[in-house]
């Protein structure tokens, strides 16, 4: 029996072990084939591969079932970060799109596909909906010929074109890179050596460590950069995910740097160093940091459900200096409208080297301007029964007060969002697949957000309404 097929935001994955994801993959390739030639018959498409185990297999096979749709499948050489794929089917006027094989930040025994369109962007809930109603329940068995071709020296070009190298060079930065085993391992380096960057760089080659390191750029995947900076001297540490689209940091000190604080960093280099203007389009996940930041430099906020697809519809209008996708996700859209880790991380190198001062002194700096704020997420695990009830009270759900205190302001933009004076807020958001509350919670202290996390999720187990607080 054929299993189900669902795609998520974030595309589709499986265990590699499963005998069934050679299958499943061939499945989901001929309903993006069919579908792409029928709307561009004998279009290019571009496929791309990680650096797992049998990706490079699989995204061969994937080209030879595209071929086998009609279309002209083009096939790295080499394994690629996710951004290499999207950057190059966003350049080449003839690309319908590209498959990405790639386990992204899941663990490593796991792979999946992630699936972009024609102008390099991952493809809307409507493709995915539409590309599931079309997954046969057996592979179509029809293949083509593919062409190997080098899509990631062009990509890192750019990225080389991308920052001041002139600025960089004359820093002298000395920097480390962890890819956790992942697609941007070598390439990194390559880009910042090239900048005058002194790099070095760990988990780089697989080793027998790989298999256990879960390919997230989040604590605890992150102490061993946390370490290796501080026995290196280095003025900051980055860390990428599996197909290196996701950056977090590390300051000289060891100390974690938030993908929500890189985003802050981001912006506030575009608008005083580089002069740049534009709208800011966050997510109902970003962080309040990032909102002060646009506030003070004088950037029109623009607030979105979260997902990386209404972020580009906005980018799309053409007047947005910065995107933030939630709690990781950055897209700066004069350099792709997708996410794209190793760019921002060099923005980051030419942030500091403008400024002369290392990652961790930036950071104390911005804070002791428009405050700290601590942040956090958990997944609250609920009866299928409990998580219905939640969904449909959803809408008129406006509590009086969360950990007691009043909201300022509420939302159900995406699912319920709560603000506080002080700029502290609540989001609760159901799972459109799993039994699951998203609580999110941001505030000027740990304890703070902790009694705000706890409230959210009494308030997703209905405990709240209980005790007469909603």
Not at 335 to 359: S, T
């Amino acid at each position: 029996m054929s299993t189900m097929i669902h795609l998520s935001a974030d595309g589709w994955y499986a265990r590699v072990d499963d005998e069934a994801i050679e299958v499943d993959l061939a499945r989901i390739a001929d309903a993006v084939g069919g579908l792409w030639a029928q709307a561009t018959p004998g279009a290019l498409v571009y496929v791309a591969f990680d650096t797992r185990a049998e990706a490079e297999r699989l995204a061969c096979l994937v080209g030879r079932i595209l071929a086998g749709h009609g279309l002209a499948a083009k096939v790295s050489d080499r394994f690629a970060p996710t951004p290499a794929l999207a950057w190059t089917v966003a350049q080449d006027a003839r690309a319908c799109g590209g498959i990405m094989v790639t386990g992204s930040h899941h663990p490593y025994d796991y792979l999946g596909v992630r699936i972009y369109g024609s102008d390099g962007v991952a493809v809307t809930r409507e493709a995915s909906d539409e590309i599931e109603r079309n997954v046969s329940a057996e592979p179509i068995g029809v293949y083509g010929g593919i062409h190997r071709t080098d899509i990631v020296t062009p990509y890192l070009d750019a990225l080389c074109a991308s920052v001041d190298g002139v600025a960089i060079a004359q820093a002298g930065l000395s920097v480390l890179y962890d890819p956790l085993y992942g697609a941007g391992r070598t390439y990194l380096p390559q880009v910042m050596s090239a900048l005058g960057i002194n790099v070095a760089e760990i988990h780089g080659s697989d080793d027998e460590d790989t298999l256990d390191v879960h390919p997230e750029p989040v604590e605890p995947w992150v102490d061993d950069c946390e370490r290796a900076v501080m026995e290196t001297n280095a003025c900051a540490g980055f860390v990428t995910d599996g197909d290196a689209d996701r950056l977090s940091a590390v300051d000289e000190r060891g100390r974690f740097i938030s993908p929500r604080m890189i985003a802050t960093l981001v912006l506030k280099h575009l608008v005083e160093h580089r002069g740049q203007t534009g709208r800011v389009v966050l997510g109902v996940a970003a962080s309040t940091l990032t909102r002060r930041m646009a506030r003070s430099l004088g950037c029109r906020v623009t607030m979105k459900p979260t997902g990386f697809e209404h972020i580009y519809k906005e980018a799309l209008k053409g007047d947005v200096l910065l995107g933030v996708e939630g709690r990781t996700g950055i897209c700066v859209p004069t350099h792709m409208l997708e996410r794209d880790g190793l760019h921002i991380a060099l923005v980051l190198c030419e942030l500091m080297a403008v400024e002369g001062k290392p990652l961790g002194q930036i950071v104390d700096e911005v804070e002791r301007e428009y405050g700290a704020m601590a942040y956090a997420m958990r997944d609250l695990r609920v009866e299928n029964e409990v998580s219905e009830i939640f969904r449909t009270m959803l809408p008129g759900l406006n509590p009086r007060t969360v950990a007691g205190r009043a909201p300022v302001a509420v939302s159900h933009m995406d699912g319920l969002r709560l603000e506080f004076e002080d700029e502290s807020w609540v989001l609760l958001r159901p799972s459109r697949m799993d039994p699951v509350v998203r609580v999110y919670a941001e505030a000027p202290t740990v304890q703070e957000r902790d009694q705000l996390l706890e409230a959210g999720c009494d308030i997703a187990r209905g405990e709240a309404l209980d005790n007469g607080v909603c």
